[in-house]
């Protein structure tokens, strides 16, 4: 069953993590008060409403209290930022990623129950929706940025299966140059080893194909 990520506030930074989520083929549900900010997301994004963030009926009803991580990026208004995370939390989220303006706002966002504290630039957006996609690119090959070094989690399909018998470089595009077991990384691996459940993998290949094998 795929995830569901929730976007509350669409402003540069929210709407560069929706985005990039669903050029990733993730499942995503937006919110934002200014009714042109949603008319224009709407163009790209299925699941895209206009709310109060602080109406708990409404978060029900659109369906934010059934993701799975939810992302609250309200841009200035530190008050309703604090509310909104308490409110989440209220409900029973447990991964709320909020965005801070300040190290104060941080705190006190933490203290209301946000797992995780961002102070945000557009590229930082991006860099998050990848990492809740699980896909951590570790570094950019050639000037063309086509090929990337990155780690992922094992994806399902590979689970139990030796990398001889995987044939990732024919069947996927990609090589397995690593596997991350708990604290251990095995490079340059043995063919006959074999990737379980709960491995990462470090993989060379292009960006489109690493992308499409960690959805």
Do not use: W
Request: charge should be neutral; aromatic fraction near 4%; hydrophobic fraction near 40%.
């Amino acid at each position: 069953m795929k995830k569901l990520f929730g976007i509350i506030g669409l402003g540069r930074f929210g709407s560069s993590v929706a985005n990039r989520l669903v050029e990733l083929e993730k499942d995503v549900v937006c919110i934002d008060k200014d009714e042109e900010t949603v008319k224009q997301m709407a163009e790209n994004i299925k699941n895209v409403y206009q709310a109060d963030c602080l109406d708990e009926k409404a978060l029900k009803e659109i369906g934010i209290t059934e993701a799975d991580v939810v992302v609250v990026s309200i841009g200035e208004d530190i008050e309703t930022s604090i509310m909104t995370t308490a409110i989440l939390h209220s409900l029973g989220i447990e991964n709320i990623y909020a965005k801070a303006n300040n190290v104060l706002h941080g705190r006190i966002l933490a203290k209301v129950g946000a797992k995780r504290i961002i102070f945000p630039e557009k590229e930082m957006g991006i860099n998050l929706a990848n990492t809740l996609a699980d896909i951590d690119i570790i570094q950019t090959l050639f000037k063309g940025k086509s090929y990337i070094l990155a780690k992922i989690k094992a994806p399902k399909q590979f689970f139990d299966k030796s990398l001889l018998e995987l044939d990732a470089r024919n069947r996927y595009g990609i090589n397995i140059i690593g596997i991350e077991k708990k604290d251990d990384v095995n490079i340059n691996p043995n063919p006959k080893e074999v990737i379980l459940k709960d491995d990462n993998l470090i993989v060379v290949g292009k960006k489109c194909d690493i992308e499409r094998i960690a959805k």
